[in-house]
T-cell receptor
């Protein structure tokens, strides 16, 4: 079985500052990892995904994440945030052979202040 | 190209009633998954439909059931509603069970309130 822990429930940051949202996972099988963003009253939008290959993954809106197998982490980063990045961010995992069943973390609220 | 659509947007029901939520997948997608997102929580997997059959199921009681139609659209039915069923219900679609991208496209959700 897989599980996901998002280490921060809320992350306040000033506009144009860098940010890191932390995600740790546990799994007994190979995993595929995802970060989704949810704006108020909307569904989920995929930011980026790690399936295999390079451990540094680049996504939309200037976000990137690094897969660290030894630390079972998949932290999300952005070098300079904008007010429009204020949203809820979810880390998710699915195991090989278990496609379609995404296991989500509890979410991290990113609050970008002017 | 229309994305995933869900109806209705909002719904208010009374305890003990039954509800049906609807989802149309993104064009070209044939697999539909349903998730329940309680307030302040991450989404939880309910079940997945492919070729009109339930393929995977999460830890939800039998009160939650579904259906997939030949055009790949899907319904989620919840019987004997409880207050705890109040949540945002998300539908996600993907191209096949083992699509190489493993990417799921989510709809905007249906907000269900049980009073």
């Amino acid at each position: 079985a897989q599980s996901v822990t998002q280490l921060d429930s809320q992350v306040p940051v000033f506009e144009e500052a860098p940010v890191e949202l932390r995600c740790n996972y546990s799994s007994s099988v190979s995993v595929y990892l995802f970060w989704y963003v949810q704006y108020p009253n909307q569904g989920l939008q995929l930011l980026l995904k790690y399936l295999s290959g390079s451990t540094l993954v680049k996504g939309i809106n200037g976000f990137e994440a690094e897969f660290n197998k030894s630390q079972t982490s998949f932290h999300l980063r952005k070098p300079s945030v904008h007010i429009s990045d204020t949203a809820e961010y979810f880390c998710a995992v699915t195991g090989s052979g278990n496609t379609g069943k995404l296991i989500f973390g509890q979410g991290t609220t990113l609050q970008v202040k002017p | 190209d229309a994305g995933v659509t869900q109806s209705p947007t909002h719904l208010i029901k009374t305890r003990g009633q039954q509800v049906t939520l609807r989802c149309s997948p993104k064009s070209g997608h044939d697999t539909v998954s349903w998730y329940q997102q309680a307030l302040g929580q991450g989404p939880q997997f309910i079940f997945q439909y492919y070729e009109e059959e339930e393929r995977q199921r999460g830890n939800f009681p039998d009160r939650f059931s579904g259906h997939q139609f030949p055009n790949y659209s899907s319904e989620l039915n919840v019987n004997a509603l409880l207050l705890g069923d109040s949540a945002l219900y998300l539908c996600a679609s993907s191209p096949g069970l083992a699509g190489s991208s493993y990417e799921q496209y989510f709809g905007p959700g249906t907000r269900l309130t049980v009073t």
